[in-house]
């Protein structure tokens, strides 16, 4: 009854049975052939191993990018035509021409527009970078004055920045409790407060989306905000925390808006630049 | 107020790098991810990600609507990741099966750990017989399977007919279940993944 025929049509849908994709028709068709063919059977539960896998590659985070959006916006706003950065041969000569109209065209945009640097006071709010947040991200104040502000002016670390870290960190995953970004200085973006793993090294102090957060005591735990992880005990460490932080390590604290910065990891070779 | 994608596109056109940050937050996880499983490595994921979208701002006065950004934008991200592969004297198969632990799924740490580790072991098979397929192979399982593209879209990104996509993906699928089974049958596993 079930010939070669009906079992090549069925062969045929296999895959997609296994993946769930198939239409309530082709599904009772297939289960309907599969009932009294053993063969076939055997060939769905062939795939069905390959097919769940497949989605488990899916569902499965792959490592985190290292390079994000400020590398790519100094590269693009750049004055000289942007360049393949690849170790191997420019990958786009045909496009030398093209470049250079673009890159003069957005040079030209950028000077007559809006200024190229960041004020020196308050964090840079970019309409398109605010509205890159995502999720439950608390709302950055559009002009925010800072007492710290001229920590800017020292060239540590500018608003814009930190605004490009935060924005980085908002195009990933906003369920995941931090996200790392690309930048010399700041090296994750925490959402939440968290308490590092035992076996991780001594992290400083991380950037944040929120409000800086200044300690007014030190803290002996491996904790997020750095100070006496390291045992610099520099009074002049800052960390931003989320508008929401509860824990009782913050209640005292000072908040203030402004920029920040991170130091290294106690037990990495990356350099430190911080204050 | 939403901004669509035709305004953005037209933003950048006019080079306002703000649009196309929105651009890029959100699709740069999608053209990294699938570099990364095309390539099978990081930094060489990384490379191509942001050549990606450097060529995508440079020809975005070329771009036409017909095509969505994101099967565009995968368009440009398979062609730079062929170059790359070409450029191999030998392929790379390096599977970084370390997750970071900020990144797993919540509901992971609530699972069995032998599940974990068994799904762990047959995912690793598959992405093994995934990177010893020719890439032409690993490209149309990638984009229909794990970026879950439809044949329609899958066309556009690749160039062809649709009818040429069913007829590739099936030959596409019968070449990974048996080099899945080879391996399988290799590490003693059974057909469903046991030992």
């Not at chain 1, 910065?261 to 204050?275: I, K, N, P, Q």
């Not at chain 2, 794990?146 to 044949?151: G, H, K």
């Amino acid at each position: 009854m079930w010939g070669t025929t009906e079992c090549g049509a069925v062969s045929s849908l296999l895959w997609n049975y296994t993946a769930h994709r198939l239409s309530e028709g082709e599904i009772e068709r297939v289960e309907r052939h599969l009932a009294h063919c053993g063969a076939c059977r055997a060939e769905a539960d062939s795939y069905r191993a390959t097919v769940d896998a497949l989605a488990s590659i899916r569902r499965t985070p792959v490592p985190e990018s290292r390079r994000g959006w400020h590398e790519l916006y100094a590269r693009l706003s750049a004055p000289e035509q942007p360049r393949a950065a690849s170790r191997n041969r420019p990958i786009f000569p045909v496009f030398a021409w093209g470049s250079a109209v673009c890159a003069a065209g957005a040079l030209c945009f950028l000077f007559f527009s809006r200024p190229a640097t960041v004020p020196s006071s308050g964090v840079r709010n970019s309409p398109a970078l605010a509205e890159l947040g995502r999720g439950a991200m608390p709302e950055r104040t559009a002009s925010a004055v800072s007492p710290y502000s001229d920590v800017a002016s020292r060239g540590q670390l500018t608003n814009a920045e930190i605004a490009d870290a935060l924005a980085a960190a908002d195009s990933g995953d906003n369920s995941a409790p931090s996200q790392s970004v690309s930048h010399p200085h700041i090296r994750r973006v925490l959402r939440r407060p968290v308490q590092l793993a035992d076996a991780r090294p001594a992290v400083h102090s991380y950037a944040v989306a929120g409000k800086i957060k200044r300690r007014s005591r030190p803290t002996s735990d491996a904790h997020l905000d750095g100070r006496g992880a390291s045992g610099a005990g520099d009074q002049s460490d800052y960390v931003l925390t989320p508008v929401s932080a509860t824990s009782e390590s913050d209640a005292g604290a000072e908040y203030v808006m402004g920029s920040v910065m991170m130091t290294a990891r106690s037990s990495d070779t990356e350099v430190a630049s911080g204050w | 107020m939403q901004v669509t994608e035709d305004q953005l596109v037209a933003r950048c056109r006019a080079g306002d790098l703000d649009a196309f940050a929105q651009i890029y937050a959100q699709y740069e996880r999608q053209v990294y991810r699938y570099a990364y499983h095309l390539l099978g490595h990081r930094d060489d994921a990384d490379d191509i990600k942001q050549e990606t979208f450097v060529k995508a701002f440079l020809a975005m006065p070329g771009f036409r609507s017909e095509a969505s950004l994101q099967t565009w934008l995968l368009k440009i991200c398979g062609n730079l990741c062929r170059d790359k592969i070409k450029s191999w004297d030998r392929r790379k198969v390096q599977y970084d099966a370390r997750l970071e632990q900020d990144s797993l799924p919540g509901d992971a740490y609530a699972e069995d750990p032998m599940h974990i580790v068994e799904r762990s072991q047959m995912t690793e098979t598959v992405f093994i017989a995934l990177h010893g397929m020719p890439a032409a192979q690993r490209e149309i399982i990638l984009l229909h399977e794990v970026e879950d593209l439809s044949y329609e879209e899958i066309a556009k990104v690749l160039g062809c007919s649709r009818t040429s996509v069913k007829l590739r993906i099936f030959r596409a699928r019968r070449c990974l279940k048996e080099r899945v089974a080879s391996l399988m049958k290799a590490k003693g596993m059974d057909d469903v993944g046991n030992y």
